[in-house]
């Protein structure tokens, strides 16, 4: 992990630096919020920023959200100061802690605000079976495309992946690619020159440059738009990349690690997902089933849980009841391993009896995990209704807005025997704009429905 410390706060940083070294981190200081500011453009990078409660963190947190760097900062006092600690968080800091620091609270932030401290944890065959894959291939450097549903720990693999390749000593860099708006993420991946594009007021360093000699994780590759898809097939090739304005290629040495909860396959013949990318990405396919299809990881994981959440807020470690472990046994984990995670801290901080029982296994609105679910009577009707409703939102998944409005338009007009006033009524839209999009379709080979009902129609 990467510790950006900003300040000198007479000295008392550097005991928190030591302890945070103890604990893995890697350390760099900056006096100033420039200073810092130039740190985190250089491709040096951090993962948070313990920065002294006497800077303007409001203008820091500010600059850093106008450059897009993306970093928690916790601030830092060397007393115990309620109003600055407050006002600390309302400038936008995650946490704040006073100093001399304590050992453990410094492991505890470094933990929970940049989230390091993850592990792999299982017991069932089906998933030893992708841990004893991912063991196999982790000493090379072939792409690895890891897959699975969303919570099932795919980023958590990555790391593992990474920890145990011949780059575990260099950096691990993740990128969502869903959580970056499609402008910026171009720049957030290859850098920026200054003067590129409007707010580029000095130079940065993209993800690629930041991870080099280490792991870059395409975290949801499946969100990047196909034009930015083709810039990253020739970085991957070639391995050089081209910053935002830049006027020469920079080149990179990188494993690339990808994952996505989608069917890249089937994005592929759909357009949306270049296939020359995904033969690329897919040397070595992890897919992580579902908890709900390694039953034996379940209590694993959960116990697992109970001591982490336990220590993290000074908490005696307590066992999980009978009945617990039951209830926990029998759920099907629609969010996977993330869902249970946030189930079993909730169970940790609610319960008050020397065993974690069923009655602290909630969910966020309040519902028991082993009451019973309410079965009431259906009108026919409805649940017709319901199933046709799913079917058509299932039918839907996948398709392109233009395939989907097509089907619409063609389908209406059908309902309407040709009529084309009729239906652009029922549309809601102009009749010159459904005549265009006939004579579109027509023109593209589809059978258009005549006026009147007459035989289909196509082009020429």
């Not at 066992?319 to 099907?332: E, R, V």
């Not at 602290?360 to 995990?369: E, M």
């Not at 309902?415 to 009524?425: D, I, K, P, Q, Y």
């Amino acid at each position: 992990m990467r510790l950006l410390i900003v300040g000198t706060l007479k000295g008392q940083l550097t005991l928190a630096t030591k302890y945070a070294m103890d604990k893995g981190a890697s350390v760099t200081h900056a006096d100033t919020a420039d200073q810092a500011l130039a740190v985190l453009r250089s491709g040096r990078g951090a993962d948070l920023l313990m920065v002294d409660v006497a800077l303007d963190i409001a203008d820091l947190v500010a600059r850093l959200a106008a450059e897009h760097i993306h970093a928690p900062v916790v601030a830092c006092g060397i007393e115990t100061n309620a109003k600055a600690a407050v006002a600390a968080i309302h400038a936008g800091a995650k946490e704040y802690i006073p100093l001399p620091p304590d050992p453990e609270m410094i492991a505890a932030v470094l933990a929970a605000v940049a989230d390091d401290d993850r592990e792999m944890v299982w017991r069932d065959d089906a998933m030893g079976h992708v841990v004893k894959l991912a063991q196999q291939i982790a000493g090379s450097d072939a792409s690895v495309l890891i897959t699975g549903e969303s919570g099932t720990g795919k980023e958590v693999l990555a790391r593992y992946v990474h920890s145990r390749s011949k780059r575990a000593k260099k950096h691990f860099i993740s990128v969502n690619c869903a959580a970056i708006p499609e402008a910026l993420l171009e720049s957030e991946l290859f850098g920026h020159e200054k003067g590129a594009f409007t707010g580029a007021i000095a130079r940065r360093i993209g993800k690629f440059e930041e991870a080099n000699g280490g792991t870059l994780l395409l975290d949801e590759i499946s969100e990047m738009d196909v034009r930015l898809q083709a810039k990253l097939l020739r970085a991957i090739q070639e391995r050089v990349i081209d910053r935002v304005g830049g006027t020469r290629p920079v080149p990179v040495d990188i494993r690339i690690i990808a994952t996505s909860n989608r069917n890249l396959g089937e994005a592929a013949r759909n357009g949306t997902f270049r296939e020359d990318l995904l033969f690329r990405l897919n040397v070595v396919n992890l897919r992580i089933p579902p908890l709900r299809e390694r039953p034996k990881d379940v209590l694993a994981l959960a116990e697992h849980f109970v001591a982490k959440y336990s220590a993290a807020n000074g908490l005696p470690v307590r066992p999980l009841s009978a009945d617990a472990k039951q209830a926990l046994a029998i759920n099907p984990w629609p969010g996977n391993v993330r869902e249970l995670e946030n189930m079993v801290h909730r169970a940790v901080l609610l319960s008050s009896q020397p065993e974690i029982g069923a009655e602290a296994l909630v969910t966020p609105d309040g519902f028991r995990l082993d009451a019973p679910q309410a079965s009431p009577q259906v009108a026919p009707q409805v649940a017709h209704a319901a199933v046709a409703a799913e079917q058509v939102t299932r039918a839907l998944v996948g398709r392109t807005v233009a395939d989907v409005e097509r089907d619409l338009i063609l389908e209406t007009l059908k309902h309407c025997l040709g009529n084309r006033t009729h239906a652009a009524n029922i549309l809601g839209i102009s009749i010159r704009t459904l005549r265009n999009k006939l004579n579109e379709y027509a023109g593209d080979g589809v059978p258009v429905p005549p006026p009147h009902g007459g035989e289909m129609r196509f082009a020429g």
